[in-house]
């Protein structure tokens, strides 16, 4: 069992003696700092923190790291990523920048689509290679944990492809890794024109598929004006539940279009975007286990209202936000 002792840390940030899981309205202005501190790890996890006049004696089995009057905080937790893709889309800013809306783009067979059909050529090794370069330079710029989404596959073996891949980058990269199944990002090219059907093929085949795998802790749903509806959103969370895949859902983006009412029903983890979120939608959310997650990123990017963060807070919410926007690494690519 490793453990290893930080110690002459000038300052200790992001202490919280409550051991709360999430901070929430106010709470989210406090962040608690110790300084000349000490930092025990016992087995990846902090065993102990203290001043360092109060630091025990510990013994040659401990690994003991001078700080040397650095500064240790927690990590970055990007809870929403689309870090596994076969290339970027900048050619699609030209047509944003002439005035296309993202639903315009998407009818031309841009997006999403136009993303699944890079995957699609691309071999597993290379896919890795190419992702890898990005996991590295998020952890470089202070990224811990990352969560990573299919969704480029929109077929069964492409986005099993996907999911493998992050399964790689779990057992190959430093960085704790969530995985999350997001076959319906979009109807694949196949079942144009026949969503239900594409449907009942996520419900059906991907996430038995993916869950006798093992490759995803969470399912995802584009729920919003133009992609899934509530109603389909809802079906899917719901197989994902008896697979043991909690919801995280993408929603309220485009339009108030009752991606948060499902969410809540379906006890999702979280709900993202929410560029279109209404006061409603923030009153539904107070209480909840559920978080809401804003991608200012998105804003720039699509030129769209940014996600009402500020009245979120205020109204008691916790909102997490997309860690790799902050560091200018925003790699979604809608
Ligand atoms: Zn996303």
């Not at 031309?108 to 996991?135: C, P, T």
């Not at 079942?191 to 995802?220: S, T």
């Not at 990123?297 to 919410?317: E, Q, Y």
Request: with cysteine; proline share 4%.
């Amino acid at each position: 069992m490793a453990t290893t002792l930080f110690f002459n840390i000038a300052t200790l940030g992001g202490v919280d003696r409550k051991g709360r899981l999430r901070l929430q309205g106010s709470e989210m202005a406090q962040f608690e700092t110790l300084d000349n501190a000490y930092l025990l790890v016992k087995d990846g996890r902090i065993a102990d923190f203290g001043p360092m006049e109060q630091m025990p004696k510990f013994d040659d089995n401990v690994t003991k790291v001078d700080a040397d009057g650095g500064t240790v905080m927690p990590s970055f937790c990007d809870s929403h990523t689309h870090i596994v893709n076969a290339g970027s889309r900048e050619g699609e800013f030209v047509d944003k920048i002439n005035g296309l809306s993202y639903a315009e783009i998407a009818k031309r067979g841009g997006g999403i689509l136009n993303s699944a059909d890079k995957l699609h050529e691309m071999s597993e090794d290379d896919l890795y290679e190419q992702s890898m370069k990005r996991v590295r330079e998020v952890m470089f710029k202070g990224t811990g944990c990352v969560e990573i989404k299919s969704g480029y596959g929109l077929n069964t073996e492409d986005e099993l492809k996907m999911l493998r891949v992050i399964k790689r980058i779990k057992e190959t990269s430093p960085l704790k890794v969530v995985a999350n199944f997001l076959g319906a990002h979009a109807v694949g090219r196949a079942y144009a024109g026949r969503q239900a059907e594409y449907v009942d093929l996520v419900i059906n085949e991907m996430i038995p598929a993916v869950a006798a795998e093992g490759l995803a802790d969470f399912v995802d749903v584009f729920c919003d004006e133009g992609f899934f509806t509530p109603e389909e959103t809802g079906r899917i969370l719901q197989a994902g539940a008896k697979h043991g895949m909690r919801g995280k859902i993408h929603g309220q983006e485009l339009a108030p279009s009752g991606g948060v009412e499902v969410a809540l029903k379906h006890n999702a983890l979280s709900v993202d975007h929410l560029e279109s979120m209404t006061d409603e939608d923030i009153a539904m959310m107070i209480g909840t286990e559920t978080s809401p997650t804003a991608l200012p990123g998105t804003s720039f990017f699509l030129n769209i209202p940014f996600a009402p963060v500020r009245k979120m807070i205020s109204a008691g919410l916790g909102p997490a936000m997309q860690a790799t926007i902050i560091q200018g690494q925003h790699r979604r690519a809608i």
